[in-house]
């Protein structure tokens, strides 16, 4: 598949604003300005790109607590995200969600989530809806290498096998549930292996290649969208940071880090790019530095709004009151 | 009005909202071909093509399916084949579907309705038989409703279908057969409305579920004795209809709350703080619990018989306030 000059640079604007909102996370956490968790999505980026460039504001994604790259990939607005990492009034969920926790149903999102596996249930629950409405949207999953091990994943699969839902399992396996090794957790290299338990096509990609994900999605929202049912596409990437800000990640083979480091997605296909003659340096640049400012706008915009009023705790329990 | 048994009445509540509304699905195991474990739902898979689905045994898939489904637009009625098999899908529950709104920012709705059965009384032993409304009522987000007759079951059912929240609903195994008049077509009570199933004057006794009706016998026995007993069933326990339970109290001074449900940390104990709280001048006696005791449910009839409040158990709470 040849992917137009659009279409790449699209991309690289993606992976890019995932990375510097997820740079501006670390600093500001690390600064303490930030309350809670955050676990980062950086290194991963080419993932969460290539799979919802193939979507439509009307389909569905479920995400993890690792949420913020697949809600920016998804149209999520990083001013509304960060003043969501600072538990401020004007974020998505109003301060009540957090950086796990944030979603924008009107986008499809329909959160992140604190929860291990627990999207994907829901996820073949979304499916089931637009294909019992009859509306044409998909649903896609994402989640890690340590939630394939959950029941959920494979209640999830076999439901969503038998009644041919329109989802995409897509697993981030970036080789660390936490601080346990794809190798201690599972007696299998490949995860997507697991797809033939549940006779649906299951694929491994490099997940730091952007175009390679971007192309196996294709496949999977193609079937999908006919009526063909899910499949499972396994992205091999890497978590770059601890589970958590914070984390050493002492348990990490620092000669691993190293070697996934060389294959950071942004640069290769930046390289891409410029080989195929569709920007120069000067040009990525450029969108590296609105992208910053973007960024910094959105901080700006968190640390200015409000706080929510102690009042608003009691509201948002129940619809109706 | 129409007669019809409980599991009729349930029945013909879920018919008419799947009539009315398009989005409203029923799914669980065995719901559709086999009419559900109890024959609750017989039928309606013919009435309703595609809209009633036989599930593989997947808790956790049917009641996080459901939530996805509800949070897009659909409105599921999701069937847990016996209370006791919650455990399996808690977390959807109790993690997603009723948090799912608040962690959201009020930017979502999660209209599912969990439908199980509990109870005993039917030497099901300890895994089939259990009263656990307490667990549910302890999620701030979720709806416990749980109907002692036919009506209140169908129009418990409409209402819990139409709420715009997750509601889950409790049928009862000792009930399924009862029979009862019923309003025809669409019929919808209240959720947190309280009925009073018996009026008095002398004790309020709270119950609810089965217990209504052990609580009714006991009540007729005890006019018998000149003492007159009100017996209130909440009908819902989230939301409770506290003010029905205070202005009892203050006609009656005296209360005793039953439920199947084991003792410690039952609803009971929510009941008696609410009225502790809110109504300490009105008693004129200690609170009364009558529920089982803090062991699973047993096997042998014999056994579950000690188990099971009775009337002997609640007439004898009752005196004791005299």
Known sequence: ?321 | MKKMTYAEAIRDGIRVEMKRDADVYLCGEDVGKFGGCFGVTAGLVDEFPGRVLDTPITETAIIGSAVGAAAVGLRPVAEIMFIDFTGVCMDELFNQAVKMRYMFGGKAKVPLVLKTICGGGVAAAAQHSQCMEAWFTHIPGLKTVMPATPADAKGLMAAAIRDDNPVIYIEHKQLLGLSGDVPEGEYVIPLGKADIKRPGSDVTIVAWSWMVHRALAAAEALAKEGISAEVIDPRTLVPLDKDAILASLAKTHKLVIVHEAVRTSGFGGEIAAVVAEQGFDLLDAPIKRVTAPDTPVPFSPVLEKAFLPDEGKIIQAVKELF
Request: aromatic share 8%; with cysteine.
């Open chain 1, 1 to 321: 598949m040849q992917l137009s000059k659009e279409n790449l640079l699209a991309f690289y604007q993606t992976m890019v604003t995932v990375r510097t909102f997820e740079n501006k996370a670390a600093e500001l956490f690390a600064a303490g300005k930030l309350p809670g968790f955050v676990h980062l999505y950086i290194g991963e980026e080419a993932v969460a790109t290539g799979v919802c460039a193939n979507l439509t504001a009307q389909d569905y994604i479920t995400s993890t607590h690792r949420g913020h790259g697949h809600l920016i990939a998804k149209g999520g607005k990083v001013d509304l995200m960060m003043a969501e990492l600072y538990g401020k009034a004007t974020g998505y969920c109003k301060g009540k969600g957090g950086s796990m926790h944030i979603a924008d149903v009107d986008l499809g999102i329909l959160g992140a989530n604190g929860i291990v596996g627990a999207g994907q249930p829901i996820a073949a629950g979304a499916a089931f809806a637009c294909k019992y409405k009859g509306s044409g949207a998909i649903t896609v999953c994402f989640f890690g290498d340590g939630a394939s091990n959950r029941g959920t994943f494979h209640e999830a699969m076999n439901l969503a096998s038998i009644w041919k839902l329109p989802v995409v399992f897509v697993c981030e396996n970036n080789m660390y549930g936490i601080s346990n090794c794809q190798r201690d957790h599972m007696n299998i290299c490949d995860i997507a292996d697991r797809a033939a338990a549940y006779g649906i096509p299951g694929v491994t990609v490099d997940g730091n290649d952007v175009v390679a994900v971007f192309e196996a999605a294709a496949e999977g929202v193609k079937r999908a969208r006919s009526g063909d049912g899910p499949s499972l596409i396994e992205c091999k990437t890497w978590r770059w940071r601890g589970h958590f800000e914070g984390d050493p990640a002492t348990y990490k083979n620092p000669e691993e880090q190293k070697a996934w480091l060389q294959k950071d997605p942004i640069p290769r296909l930046a390289q891409k790019i410029i080989d195929l003659g569709y920007a120069t340096d000067a040009d990525l640049a450029q969108i590296a530095d609105a992208v910053k400012a973007q960024v910094a706008a959105a901080v700006a915009f968190a640390e200015s709004s409000p706080d929510p009023v102690p009042a608003d705790v009691l509201t948002d329990v129940y619809a109706g009151q």
